[in-house]
């Protein structure tokens, strides 16, 4: 027996919920609940975006009101089973500008939401920002996860590095998710040791949050049927003292021209990248470049990186939040020749052939990363992210349908028309002995 693409189906099967104040979502948790608010992010200064990621972490890591961290941290753990905060930046799926998000989350069981409920607009709302060696502990922190992260996932920063000049949410991916981030986090931590610097960054931190925080979220609730109208009373009742509407969002930065880049460390590997402008998610070549990128990585990038290159991982990523389209590679012994590999890979999709059964493996991989199922409260959670976001069945289901739907012309198509192999741009973290041995003359930042 073979799956064939008429045996997929036309939709996702998801989460629905019902709309409201908050949204309601049954789902079958074991107990658990889930409350969960989005803001829209507003309009930012250069200063107030790079603490944009500081000032998601700190959300239920301080102490609130009258209760200092200690005590704070003991009732948290104490009624519920976490609480978090984090940003959501990507391309408006039309391509008019960004969907730009902070969400927060508290979860536990049922029998103690009446607790942990209104804890979430107090962790947003009442964040207490005096207790500097608390701050300086969750710089640290953060400093620390984003220097493993280098080795760990230095194929995703070389790629947000080369798409930082393209403009829009891939700039400030890089920024706020990547290299630019640690360069941030370095300096940042190197200059709150002095007492004045670190109240500085507290009160700017606190400001920051409370500019998000004052508006108005979307909130949700998720849990069995019966707790639903229960849990939105708490959650009403929770966030009734909200303030004004929603102001103008984040505005998207400019597109600059940037040359190829090496980030450099004490290495012997390299993560290498070389990404491409690509439309937005709503656009019709959109899911084509999905086929087009998982093509590239089953036929070109994985046999010549991983297995003739020796190289730990290769393959290409159609990146609909950035609006672009990235070829990496991971844990690389070469840099130049993997370069030259990746051109060849966009040569080979300009020549697509007709093969059928390889289109299909390609489209098939691309449904199954779509389709993967979450756990019931997960798909809930997504659901409701993804419709703040616009970014929900009525995009899904139609981009299923043309990437169901792609061919080997089609596929040429895309490829000439946005992946010119003596394009791009370039970025990689690698060593210094590697640009030596490469004659490659790249700007470099050293890590």
Same mark, same amino acid.
């Given at each position: 027996?073979?799956?064939?693409?008429?045996?997929?189906?036309?939709?996702?099967?998801?989460?629905e919920?019902r709309?409201? +104040?908050?949204?309601?979502?049954?789902?079958?948790?074991n107990g658990?609940?889930h409350?969960l608010?989005?803001?829209p992010l507003?309009?930012?200064?250069? &200063?107030?975006l &790079?603490?944009?990621?500081?000032a $998601?972490q700190?959300v *239920?890591?301080l102490?609130?009101?009258?209760?200092g961290y200690?005590?704070?941290?003991?009732?948290?753990n104490?009624?519920?089973?976490g609480?978090?905060?984090?940003?959501?930046i990507?391309?408006?799926?039309?391509?008019?500008?960004?969907?730009?998000?902070?969400?927060?989350?508290?979860?536990?069981l049922?029998?103690?939401?009446g607790?942990?409920?209104p804890?979430?607009?107090?962790?947003?709302?009442?964040?207490?920002?005096?207790?500097?060696?608390r701050?300086?502990?969750l710089?640290d922190q953060a400093?620390?996860?984003?220097?493993?992260?280098?080795?760990r996932?230095?194929?995703?920063?070389?790629?947000?590095a080369a798409v930082?000049g393209?403009? *829009?949410?891939?700039?400030?991916a890089?920024?706020v998710?990547?290299? *630019?981030r640690?360069?941030?986090?370095?300096?940042?931590?190197?200059?709150?040791g002095d007492g004045?610097?670190?109240?500085?960054? $507290?009160d700017?931190?606190?400001?920051?949050?409370?500019?998000?925080?004052?508006q108005?979220?979307?909130?949700?609730?998720?849990?069995? &049927?019966q707790?639903? &109208?229960?849990?939105a009373?708490?959650?009403?009742t929770?966030?009734?003292?909200? +303030?004004?509407?929603?102001?103008?969002g984040?505005a +998207?930065?400019?597109?600059?021209?940037? *040359?190829?880049?090496?980030?450099?460390t004490?290495?012997?590997?390299s993560?290498?990248?070389?990404?491409f402008?690509?439309?937005?998610?709503g656009?019709?070549?959109?899911?084509?470049?999905?086929?087009?990128a998982?093509?590239?990585s089953?036929?070109?990038?994985?046999?010549?990186?991983?297995?003739?290159?020796?190289?730990?991982?290769?393959?290409?990523s159609?990146?609909?939040?950035?609006?672009?389209?990235?070829?990496?590679s991971?844990?690389d012994?070469?840099?130049?020749?993997?370069?030259?590999?990746?051109?060849?890979?966009?040569?080979?999709?300009?020549?697509?052939?007709?093969?059928?059964?390889?289109?299909?493996?390609?489209?098939?991989?691309v449904?199954?990363g779509?389709?993967?199922?979450g756990s019931?409260?997960?798909?809930?959670?997504?659901?409701f992210i993804?419709d703040?976001?616009?970014?929900g069945?009525?995009?899904?289901?139609p981009?299923r349908a043309?990437?169901?739907?792609?061919?080997?012309?089609?596929?040429r198509?895309?490829a000439? +028309?946005?992946?010119?192999a003596?394009?791009?741009?370039?970025?990689?973290?690698?060593?210094? $002995?590697a640009?030596e041995?490469d004659?490659?003359?790249?700007?470099?930042?050293r890590?």
């Open positions: 027996p073979d799956l064939e693409l008429a045996d997929v189906p036309a939709r996702r099967r998801g989460a919920g709309p409201g +104040a908050p949204w309601r979502f049954a789902a079958g948790t658990i609940v409350h608010a989005a803001f507003p309009a930012l200064d250069d &200063d107030e &790079d603490l944009l990621p500081l $998601a700190v *239920g890591q102490g609130a009101g009258a209760l200690t005590a704070q941290a003991a009732r948290l104490a009624c519920c089973g609480l978090s905060a984090w940003i959501d990507g391309a408006a799926p039309a391509g008019e500008g960004l969907e730009s998000w902070l969400f927060a989350e508290v979860k536990g049922g029998a103690r939401a607790e942990f409920v804890l979430l607009p107090e962790a947003l709302r009442a964040a207490r920002f005096d207790e500097h060696d701050l300086r502990e710089v400093l620390q996860s984003a220097q493993e992260r280098v080795t996932g230095g194929h995703q920063l070389a790629a947000r930082r393209l403009g *829009g949410a891939g700039a400030i890089h920024r998710h990547g290299l *630019g640690l360069a941030w986090l370095k300096r940042t931590a190197a200059a709150i004045a610097a670190c109240a500085a960054l $507290a700017r931190l606190q400001r920051l949050l409370a500019r998000i925080a004052g108005a979220p979307a909130t949700a609730v998720i849990g069995e &049927d707790r639903l &109208d229960a849990l009373a708490l959650a009403g929770a966030w009734k003292a909200a +303030a004004g509407d929603a102001r103008p984040l +998207a930065p400019a597109p600059c021209a940037i *040359g190829p880049t090496a980030f450099t004490a290495t012997q590997v993560y290498a990248a070389l990404a402008r690509a439309p937005p998610m656009h019709p070549d959109s899911p084509l470049l999905a086929v087009a998982r093509l590239a089953n036929q070109v990038l994985h046999p010549r990186l991983r297995e003739k290159g020796g190289a730990y991982g290769g393959s290409a159609y990146l609909g939040a950035a609006c672009a389209f990235a070829c990496t991971y844990r012994p070469r840099l130049a020749a993997t370069l030259e590999d990746m051109r060849f890979a966009l040569r080979w999709l300009a020549e697509c052939p007709d093969d059928a059964r390889m289109l299909k493996e390609a489209v098939l991989g449904i199954a779509l389709d993967s199922p019931p409260a997960g798909e809930c959670r997504s659901r993804a703040r976001k616009r970014a069945p009525e995009l899904i289901d981009w043309r990437a169901l739907a792609a061919d080997a012309a089609g596929i198509r895309v000439a +028309a946005w992946l010119p003596d394009g791009g741009t370039i970025a990689a973290i690698t060593g210094d $002995a640009l041995r004659r490659l003359g790249w700007a470099r930042e890590l």
